[in-house]
């Protein structure tokens, strides 16, 4: 896989990470919410 163009300036906001991607209820983020949790074991 290639490297993101500029990734040293990529950034994602805490609003959109709990928000979206580990948002089980989100109508479109739910799937990686639940891919993310079962993979890391959140404590």
Do not use: D, Q, R, W
């Not at 959109?16 to 989100?26: A, R, V």
């Amino acid at each position: 896989m290639g490297k993101l163009k500029n990734h040293e300036k990529a950034y994602v906001s805490s609003e959109k990470l709990t928000g979206y991607c580990l948002n089980e209820y989100h109508p479109y983020g739910k799937e990686k919410a639940i891919t993310f949790k079962s993979v890391l074991v959140l404590e």
